[in-house]
């Protein structure tokens, strides 16, 4: 089993900063790709941002130049620093492991932005 634990949500304004983090631990031994997703309240979980192994990023268009994911590959981690937040940001933010093919989601931790 793989277990995946979120910090670092809260409440921020309009044009604020937060980091996310998400450890992995458990049966970890083909980390391929970790990432984030999220999900605002009555709609459906979309993706934020993702990152391999090797560093390669893909980012939501709406959260481009705004948001950044990073990763240690040593501690099985992985990062969210989101910038200049806006009001449609709010949400629960989810991480994600796939490791040979089976997604591992964590519980969600809840951002708010607002005035």
């Known amino acids: 089993q793989v277990q995946l634990a979120e910090s670092g949500g809260g409440s921020v304004q309009p044009g604020g900063s937060l980091g996310l983090s998400c450890l992995a631990s458990?049966?970890?031994?083909?980390?391929?790709?970790m990432g984030w997703y999220r999900q605002a309240p009555g709609k459906e979980r979309e993706l934020v941002a993702t990152i391999t192994r090797g560093g390669s990023t893909n980012y939501a268009d709406s959260v481009k130049g705004r948001f950044t994911i990073s990763r240690d590959n040593a501690v099985n981690s992985v990062y969210l620093q989101m910038n200049n937040l806006k009001p449609e940001d709010t949400a629960v933010y989810y991480c994600?492991?796939?490791?040979?093919?089976?997604?591992?989601w964590g519980r969600g931790t809840l951002v708010t932005v607002s005035s």
């Open positions: 994600i492991l796939t490791q040979w093919g089976m997604d591992y």
């Open positions: 458990g049966s970890i031994f083909r980390n391929d790709a």
